[in-house]
């Protein structure tokens, strides 16, 4: 479908919804009249057959203990291979709440209190308490970063140097990596999987933003089929449908391990834990949106892409000294302000000369502070007035 229809069908304005990015920006930000640019998820209603199959599960009314069920399965498998290569076996799979969580679980299935844990910054701030909070050493490498073009990569002779340095046990991968915007190719992956796998180093590949390539030239590869599978044995993988399908509360994530050892190893962690029971309508909406979901996904991306090409466009015009990272992947992109605001008082800037709820570098890295982060799956009017506010803000500082 085309970019009017889809906005016009499912396009939401979500204020008084008990929704954390409207809602909730008197007591997190200290105003309520601010452009919601900031948490990950959308103003998109998710595809009809989605909400029929939720409601069709609901008026049973019961929800009670439940099974999965093979058609669960092959809806997970068949989105994965046709898009990925990556058919799913039933046995591979664990369900989780969520993939913050699931980081979790992996922390402690893999690793040992004090163990260290490594990150590559600027990355989604949950992966770096989700380390110190669960009695971990955090090991940070900044990603290489290109202030003209905006352009992130990996460091490879840091990212072992940290390794060997710290006996790295785990690696907590973000790909595509949020919020840096890259769509990490197989090459890259190839090398720093083979830095892990040569160091005993286990992979936990969070996955979750696997569905948003938004540069066309770019194809997402699993960590789990990089080289046909060569580094299956060190690779556990988390995704969702919740970034896709605008489902984050139905709190339901994959923790896939096609790995035997890795299996086990985790099982004997879940084994001794109060596991979570199966989410009856989360199951239901992911089956129905693996399903049906093709066209509104694409759908989806186009409008993402045109908020980037707007927001690159504008800014380029009438503040071509903001950088704006080289988005790839995720809706999720960062700008560099640093050469309009220096790194000082920049969350007053932004809340109260521009209007704007946004996340800001340095919950992401130490060295992020003058860089902010836009969430661009939203209304284009909602990204205009975005833009108005931020560029009206800096003539006006100027």
């Not at 090991?139 to 460091?155: A, I, P, Q, W």
């Not at 994530?253 to 029971?277: C, P, V, W």
């Not at 045109?306 to 800014?315: F, H, Q, S």
């Amino acid at each position: 479908m085309n970019k009017e229809e889809f906005l016009k069908r499912y396009l939401t304005d979500r204020h008084n919804s008990r929704c954390m990015k409207w809602d909730s920006l008197k007591s997190k930000y200290g105003r309520k009249d601010l452009v919601s640019m900031w948490i990950a998820d959308m103003e998109f209603k998710t595809p009809e057959p989605v909400i029929e199959a939720i409601t069709k599960r609901a008026q049973a009314g019961v929800f009670g203990y439940s099974n999965d069920w093979p058609e669960y399965y092959d809806a997970l498998s068949n989105w994965m291979e046709t898009r990925y290569h990556f058919p799913i076996k039933k046995d591979w799979v664990r369900f989780c709440t969520g993939c913050v969580t699931a980081i979790a679980w992996s922390i402690w299935a893999f690793t040992k209190p004090k163990d260290a844990c490594l990150i590559l910054t600027p990355v989604y701030y949950p992966f770096h308490n989700v380390v110190t909070y669960n009695d971990r050493e955090l090991v940070k490498v900044d990603l290489d970063y290109n202030n003209e073009s905006g352009h992130f990569t990996m460091n490879y002779e840091a990212i072992e140097k940290a390794i060997v340095d710290n006996k790295v046990k785990l690696f907590i991968q973000c790909s595509p990596h949020n919020p840096a915007g890259r769509v990490w190719t197989e090459d890259e992956l190839d090398k720093v999987l083979s830095i892990c796998k040569k160091h005993g180093v286990i992979v936990v590949s969070d996955e979750i933003h696997q569905d948003f390539v938004i540069d066309k030239d770019r194809h997402f590869v699993p960590a789990a089929v990089v080289k046909n599978g060569k580094y299956r044995d060190i690779v556990v993988t988390l995704n969702a449908a919740s970034k896709t399908f605008n489902l984050a509360a139905l709190i339901h994530s994959h923790i896939i391990i096609t790995d035997e050892k890795l299996r086990a190893q985790y099982d004997l962690f879940a084994r001794g834990m109060n596991r979570t029971e199966l989410n009856i309508l989360a199951m239901e909406a992911v089956q129905a949106a693996y399903t049906y979901g093709d066209e509104w996904l694409d759908s989806l991306l186009n409008v993402i892409r045109d908020n980037l090409a707007y927001l690159k466009a504008r800014l380029q015009k009438e503040a071509p000294e903001i950088v704006v990272t080289d988005l790839e992947g995720t809706y999720l992109v960062m700008l560099d302000l640093r050469k309009y605001i220096g790194t000082e008082n920049v969350s007053d800037f932004i809340v109260n000369k521009c209007r704007l709820a946004v996340d800001y570098g340095e919950q992401f890295g130490d060295n992020y502070k003058g860089f902010i982060r836009l969430n661009l799956a939203t209304d284009p009017n909602l990204v205009k007035q975005a833009v108005d506010n931020l560029v009206a803000a800096i003539h006006n500082k100027a």
